[in-house]
């Protein structure tokens, strides 16, 4: 079962540009979330969709969106990029809630100079 | 404010022996825990987890104990791999209806030497 791919691996961006990240779960799981990992504030939930509508929402500011296509896939996109948005972006699927585990993909580097 | 804190950035241990990853809460209403591990370059790898009505599950070499009213859970593994060095997460959530909202600690890095 292949699983959770988020293309591309690895990004550059200038200040003030606009990214979009994607995400395909695995085959059968419905639920698609978001997480960005830095070194100074570890990893935080930005948001969560379920069956195309979104779920859950962390403590990140509006240029921070995402969506969710009928087939489960997911993007994310970050409008008026800052320095700070550098990060690492994962992505994680599952069946349903809590209950069933998240696999995370292995994430997108995001660099913006 | 973080409300999951692990306070050791890391943690060295002979092979064979035990490693106890330490993990403690602010918030009451967190009643559902995860262990992840993550090796460089991949995403984080579920490991074990456990609801706020248990204290204790298991899962082969890993054990997850839960001690509510200290608001603490801790992670064991035993033996020690040298292959368990990795960085671990601990995770809670909050509600039934959260979905997959995790609010992660800043993680601990193990090192098992051979």
């Known amino acids: 079962k292949a699983g959770v791919t988020q293309t591309p691996r690895y990004l550059i961006k200038t200040r003030g540009q606009q990214v979009t990240l994607s995400c395909s779960p695995i085959?059968?799981?419905?639920?698609v979330s978001w997480y960005q990992q830095t070194p100074g504030q570890g990893l935080q939930f930005l948001f969560e969709?379920?069956?195309?509508?979104?779920?859950n929402k962390g403590n990140f500011p509006g240029r921070f969106s995402g969506r969710q296509f009928s087939n489960s896939r997911s993007e994310m996109n970050v409008s008026t990029l800052e320095l700070g948005d550098s990060a690492l972006y994962l992505c994680a699927s599952s069946r349903t809630g809590r209950s069933s585990p998240l696999h995370f993909g292995n994430g997108t580097r995001l660099t913006v100079t | 404010d973080q409300q999951v804190k692990q306070n050791s950035p890391s943690l060295s241990v002979q092979e064979g022996r035990i490693s106890i990853l330490n993990c403690d809460y602010t918030?009451?209403?967190?009643?559902?825990f995860l262990w992840y591990k993550k090796y460089p370059a991949e995403g984080p790898t579920f490991l074990i987890s456990i609801s706020s009505i248990k204290d204790k599950n298991e899962d082969g070499r890993f054990t997850v104990f839960l001690n509510k009213s200290a608001k603490h859970l801790s992670l064991h593994i035993v033996p020690s791999q040298p292959g368990d060095s990795a960085v671990y997460f601990c995770?809670?959530?909050?509600?039934?209806?959260?979905?997959?909202?995790?609010?992660f600690g800043g993680g601990t890095r193990l090192m098992v030497k051979p």
């Open positions: 918030n009451s209403m967190f009643d559902y």
């Open positions: 969709y379920f069956s195309e509508t979104q779920r």
């Open positions: 995770a809670a959530s909050e509600r039934e209806n959260a979905g997959n909202m995790l609010t």
């Open positions: 085959s059968g799981h419905r639920s």
